[in-house]
């Protein structure tokens, strides 16, 4: 049973122009958590997705940012015209279920770097 | 509002030494766990102490709990090189699934 798999491991854009992170929750899983780390940091909530839902998006910036979990195929995050301060890492998570937070399992991280 | 905060932001300890981590929260918490992170890699879950709970072991680490200071340390025993990392504290409310997670501390460990 595989992990939680993100793609690509390294991103690199030049700004303005649009970043896909890609996650793909482990078997089983129909939950998915997208999470921020900037340079230095910890982990930074930014998106709760069910199939085909956001639950929660209380973390994401208002502009610029969109994140879907289709019926079929991986969770994306999607970041159009990026700029510097988009340049972290960005960990995706996934879950079997909403509560309990402590089975989520995590990916290992798509580094966005802007240019 | 910023969850968990550790301290040291940094530690550097010598081959063989013991490692202790802090960390403290603001509200109260369902669980608190303890993840590593190598420089510029993914994410390790280490341990998870329940709240009810007030020390637990896994090998090398020792984490305790003490929920009426609202704080935890992670206690790392014989200190390896590969020991080197950054350690992150995460916690947990009831019924609220986002994990909230301090700034970590930069653990070097010098041979």
């Known amino acids: 049973n595989a992990g939680v798999m993100q793609n690509p491991r390294h991103l690199v854009r030049r700004r303005g122009q649009e970043a896909r992170l890609r996650c793909s929750p482990m078997k089983g899983h129909s939950h998915v958590y997208w999470y921020r780390q900037l340079p230095e940091e910890g982990l930074k909530f930014m998106v709760y997705?069910?199939?085909?839902?956001?639950?929660?998006e209380s973390g994401m910036p208002k502009e610029r940012f969109s994140a879907e979990f289709p019926k079929e195929g991986p969770s994306i995050l999607r970041i159009q015209q990026v700029v510097r301060g988009d340049s972290a890492a960005y960990f995706c998570?996934?879950?079997?279920?909403?509560?309990?937070?402590?089975?989520?399992?995590f990916g290992q991280g798509t580094r966005l770097t802007v240019v | 509002s910023q969850q968990g905060e550790e301290d040291p932001q940094a530690l550097s300890i010598q081959e063989g030494e013991n490692a202790t981590m802090n960390c403290s929260y603001k509200t109260s918490i369902n669980n608190l766990q303890w993840y590593r992170q190598n420089s510029g890699r993914g994410l390790v879950h280490l341990i998870l102490i329940r709240s009810n709970e007030r020390e637990k072991h896994s090998g090398r680490l020792r984490v305790t709990l003490d929920t009426s200071k609202k704080s935890s340390s992670l206690l790392i025993t014989a200190s390896r090189a590969a020991d080197t990392a950054s350690y992150f504290c995460a916690t947990d409310r009831d019924g609220n699934y986002q994990l909230i997670w301090g700034a970590g501390t930069k653990l070097i460990i010098k041979p």
């Open positions: 997705l069910q199939k085909e839902n956001i639950i929660d």
């Open positions: 998570a996934s879950s079997p279920r909403k509560t309990n937070p402590t089975e989520a399992f």
